[in-house]
């Protein structure tokens, strides 16, 4: 039996009841500490539409992104055509390309550009003219290399494109050497071959494929030249000096939907340098954390003390869907104009989807392979990033909707 009286019973009452709580607000403030720091849900993407295509293959280190977006595109054309799945040779296309351009920067007296990169045009452009072949019989692995790897024989085509310039004159012997450093990286390109027990060309392959390269049409959106109207995007990958046609971007986006609402898929050139591009976390976005009105009544409470910029920390840590900002035809054309925008990549869409908020995400194929992320190298990127940081699209004259096709004339 312990002896105590009320003072020491009162005492220590009180302190009981003081220690319950100090433990009642390290709880509350654990709890506090807790929701900012991990997310409510995750992203949770429904599917709206989605075509087929082709496996996700891999440029590796190559700047090939435009002809392995662009083959990919093709073979989904094939498939959408009744023709079935075919794995078409990109290093064929890019092959061809090397020497396109290394003519064309002769004649611009060295002041073309003989990089690695590319638009969709070129791979039109090498088909029309040179045919394809299937993968299988020019995979562009030669030597040593196991993945595709262009970083020596880009370097040594640049150091050999400024001989002739220099010499005013592209000599017989110049041509065979330019083949020759593309025959010791790439392969031999054969002038038959034997595909599913029929002997073809290059040329007569294409034929049979029955692509027509005239159906396809390269669309942008800036307010620097006449809406529907041809006119040029300046940027470095287009040294074919090719010409686009200009919508404005609400229409761009209808052409996007129209096309893979009707059975197309969208061959698409943007800028993925941003923050909100995350092809690991297999999403890119384009958050707008200064409406918190938008967000839900927990959510509102869980940012509403955070400063934009921390609000901003949050969405790239791609827990959760965040508004998006409207992107309008002024947001584009600021971006392009300072350089923000820039021509980075191209991928192949092949459908839509929405997330738990409704917010429209369209599915992209990427290049970099499968083991990059757990998509299976897929992401989505949303509406509002697409018509952000979009340079052109690339679709069959058909996917486009009947009364922008008017204006455009085609």
């Given at each position: ?52 295509a082709?496996?996700?293959?891999n440029?590796?280190?190559?700047g ?49 550009n ?37 970083s ?20 017989e ?53 006449s809406?529907?109207?041809?006119g ?7 040294w ?64 509403e ?106």
């Open positions: 039996m312990f002896n105590l009286d009320s003072n020491s019973i009162v005492m220590k009452f009180k302190l009981i009841l003081t220690l319950l709580l100090c433990i009642s607000i390290i709880n509350v403030n654990a709890q506090k500490k807790k929701s900012k720091a991990e997310p409510v849900e995750g992203y949770k993407f429904t599917t709206v539409v989605s075509l087929p082709t496996s996700v293959k440029q590796s280190r190559s090939t992104c435009w002809c392995f977006a662009t083959t990919s595109f093709i073979e989904s054309e094939l498939i959408r055509m009744g023709k079935g799945e075919y794995d078409l040779s990109e290093m064929f296309i890019v092959r061809q390309n090397y020497i396109d351009r290394l003519n064309d920067n002769y004649l611009r007296r060295g002041k073309g003989v990089s690695q990169g590319s638009l969709s045009h070129d791979w039109i452009r090498v088909f029309a003219n040179k045919g394809i072949v299937p993968d299988e019989v020019y995979s562009g692995l030669h030597s040593d290399f196991e993945v595709h790897n262009h020596e024989m880009a370097a040594i085509i640049k150091a050999v494109s400024e001989v002739p310039v220099k010499r005013k004159n592209q000599s012997e110049y041509h065979k050497i330019v083949n020759a450093i593309l025959d010791t990286y790439m392969g031999e390109v054969p002038e038959t071959f034997t595909y599913k027990e029929r002997t073809f060309t290059p040329e007569s392959f294409a034929e049979e494929l029955g692509i027509n390269p005239d159906d396809y049409v390269e669309i942008t959106s800036f307010n620097h030249f809406f529907y109207t041809p040029k995007i300046e940027v470095p990958d287009n074919a000096h090719a010409d686009f046609y200009n919508v404005p971007v609400g229409e761009l986006t209808e052409i996007m939907d129209y096309a893979l609402n009707n059975g197309y898929t969208v061959n698409w050139d943007g800028d993925v340098s941003e923050k909100g591009f995350s092809h690991t976390n297999g999403v890119a976005i384009n958050p707008d954390v200064t409406k918190t009105e938008d967000f839900s009544e927990t959510d509102r409470a869980r940012f003390d955070m400063s934009p910029k921390e609000r901003l920390e949050e969405a790239y840590k791609f827990e959760q869907p965040f508004p998006e900002i409207e992107v309008t035809q002024d947001i584009r054309q600021q971006g392009y104009e300072s350089f923000v925008t820039t021509d980075d990549h191209l991928m192949h869409i092949t459908g839509i989807v929405k997330d738990q908020n409704g917010t429209k995400y369209y599915i992209t194929k990427n290049s970099w392979g499968i083991a990059r992320n757990k998509f299976g190298g897929y992401l989505n990127m949303s509406e509002s990033y697409v018509k952000a940081k979009m340079i052109f699209i690339m679709v069959h004259k058909d996917a486009i909707p009947e009364a922008i096709k008017s204006k455009l004339g085609l």
